[in-house]
């Protein structure tokens, strides 16, 4: 159980390993923990932005789609009240149309009235003439009673 | 099992020749060649394992081999972290380097009695001690080491000035010189011996005792040999581990400014 030249060797030894250690165990295998130490921790908080940007769109798609529904529904409701109106308007015009065509017949009616009137008051002052000439062929002088047969006829146009 | 072939010499005789080194040369130039022969494959080994291991180290996924080197590097890492506040690149490569080597030595251990010898006594070996750490100069050289080291790192740290008013001022202050340099050797000198002491202690009554069992009868070997075996599997790798904090604490210490 003596000390002697053994230690010697044995701190040579020792010193030979550490070394070794230092110079081409340790760095790169520190090096490897710490580097993906930093990754990880990189992919977390990147997954972590990840999801608030998530929850970000998801509220602003809520967001878009509530307006959309808004603006749609404004839309139908801006469309029911033109229709309302153009349903309205049509009404009125076509009241209005028809009364001017009504209007329209009853004075063609009117015309088409007095024209007959006219004709007829024509025909039967003529018919009355040719009876009366009838009637009174000898006595009668059309030159003569002229102003008599024309006062008659115009009787008979204001019947 | 062996105890046989010893009956000439008895249980002492069986346990002093397991305890025998084998060794050349004589007096203080006496070489343990088993102690060296052992240190230096178990060096190798871990040397070779941890180098494989660094250089397929991926910042990827780790494979199982990087994984567990990666768990000891760090275990050693958090260690150092945890007692040493400073930077230094060479405090934790030596207590990783201290960790693995002194837990292989000591691993030598569980390796049943009489095998390691028998086969060493086939080619012609008379004497084959395999654990190192039971041997004192191992323990020493390690300790020794680490004691040069710290000297170093105090006078490196402090100044040479430093250093001595650090070993002659503290703790009782200027005028109590001689007394507080007497403490200090003390405190400095017992650094190196508890540390060798303590491995070399541990292990040495362990493969005692290990011994001690293979000379039970065979039939209750196994009831004795296993539970040690398993118990010894935590004082392997305690000391080790102890040996590695140890000397993490007091090359910090030796880095501390007072």
């Known amino acids: ?159 | 099992m062996a105890s046989e072939e010893h009956a000439a010499e008895g249980a002492t005789g069986y346990i002093v020749h397991h305890l025998t080194p084998l060794s050349v040369g004589e007096g203080f130039w006496t070489l343990h060649l088993d102690t060296l022969f052992f240190s230096a494959v178990l060096g190798v080994l871990f040397i070779w394992f941890f180098k494989v291991a660094a250089e397929k180290a991926t910042v990827g996924v780790p494979g199982t081999t990087q994984a567990f080197v990666e768990m000891m590097i760090e275990f050693v890492d958090q260690q150092v972290k945890d007692t040493f506040h400073g930077r230094s690149a060479l405090i934790a490569p030596l207590g990783l380097t201290i960790f693995v080597w002194v837990f292989l030595w000591n691993f030598m251990d569980l390796f049943p009695v009489d095998i390691l010898p028998a086969v060493a006594g086939m080619m012609g070996m008379e004497y084959m001690r395999v654990v190192p750490s039971t041997d004192l100069n191992a323990t020493f050289a390690l300790s020794i080491s680490v004691f040069i080291l710290i000297i170093f790192y105090s006078i490196k740290i402090k100044g040479v000035l430093g250093f001595a008013k650090e070993l002659t001022c503290t703790p009782f202050g200027p005028w109590m010189m001689p007394f507080n340099l007497l403490l200090k050797l003390v405190e400095e000198i017992a650094k190196p011996i508890s540390l060798a002491l303590r491995l070399f202690g541990n292990l040495y009554a362990g493969e005692l005792i290990f011994i001690l069992i293979a000379l039970l009868p065979w039939y209750i070997q196994p009831l004795l040999s296993f539970p040690w075996a398993i118990f010894h599997i935590l004082i392997i790798t305690l000391q080790a581990f102890i040996f590695m904090v140890l000397t993490i604490v007091y090359l910090s210490m030796a880095h501390e400014d007072h």
């Not at chain 1, 081409?24 to 972590?48: D, M, N, S, T, V």
């Not at chain 1, 929850?55 to 404004?74: G, T």
């Not at chain 1, 063609?108 to 009366?132: F, G, P």
């Open chain 1, 1 to 159: 159980m003596s000390i002697n030249a053994t230690l010697i060797g044995q701190m040579i030894t020792f010193t030979l390993l550490v070394w070794f250690t230092m110079k081409y165990i340790w760095p790169p295998l520190i090096g490897a923990i710490e580097e993906r130490k930093a990754k990880i921790a990189e992919g977390l908080a990147a997954a972590e932005k990840g999801q608030e940007d998530m929850e970000r769109a998801a509220k602003k798609a809520a967001n878009v789609l509530r307006e959309a529904k808004q603006q749609s529904a404004d839309i139908v409701n801006l469309a029911q009240k033109r229709a309302n109106e153009i349903v309205e308007e049509s009404k009125g015009t076509a009241k209005q149309e028809g009364a001017r065509m009504i209007e329209a017949a009853q004075a063609q009616i009117e015309q088409e009235m007095q024209r007959a009137q006219e004709q007829m008051r024509k025909e039967v002052s003529a018919l009355a003439l040719k009876a009366a000439g009838q009637i009174l062929q000898q006595e009668i002088d059309k030159a003569k009673h002229k102003e008599l047969l024309g006062k008659v006829s115009e009787q008979l146009g204001q019947v």
